[in-house]
């Protein structure tokens, strides 16, 4: 089992920044596959980005492609989402989740973290 706790969310104008954090409890984290996931008001929660647990491959999520960043330091036990020129329609709860079960192409989550609001003002 794994617990995770995100952090580095806020408001931040149109084309501007962010980079999210994801610390991990436990001593297998580099067995997951990690992926941050995120939900709007009103809509379902999607998929962002996601990692293997090598951190050798990525997916990303078309919206996001060129614009953010995934990584992770297995050392640490933490993943991160390095957000740039961001956008209002990025406006959501961002949620950091780990698997055991899935691939990084067609991730689910099993675990979740409590979220972290990402606010972008236009």
């Known amino acids: 089992q794994v617990q995770l706790v995100e952090s580095g969310g806020g408001l931040v104008q149109a084309g501007g920044s962010l980079r999210l954090s994801c610390a991990a409890s436990?001593?297998?984290?580099?067995?997951?596959?990690m992926g941050w996931f995120r939900q709007a008001p009103g809509k379902e929660r999607d998929v962002v980005a996601t990692?293997?647990?090598?951190?050798?491959?990525?997916y990303y999520v078309d919206s996001v492609k060129g614009r953010f960043t995934i990584s992770r330091d297995n050392a640490k036990n933490t993943v991160s989402l390095q957000m740039n020129g961001l956008k209002p329609e990025d406006t959501a709860v961002y949620y950091c989740?780990?698997?055991?079960?899935?691939?990084?192409?067609?991730?689910?989550?099993?675990?979740w973290g409590q979220g972290t609001q990402v606010t972008v003002s236009s």
């Open positions: 989740a780990a698997t055991l079960l899935s691939s990084y192409a067609t991730m689910r989550g099993d675990y």
């Open positions: 436990g001593r297998t984290f580099s067995s997951y596959t």
């Open positions: 990692i293997t647990p090598s951190g050798g491959r990525t």
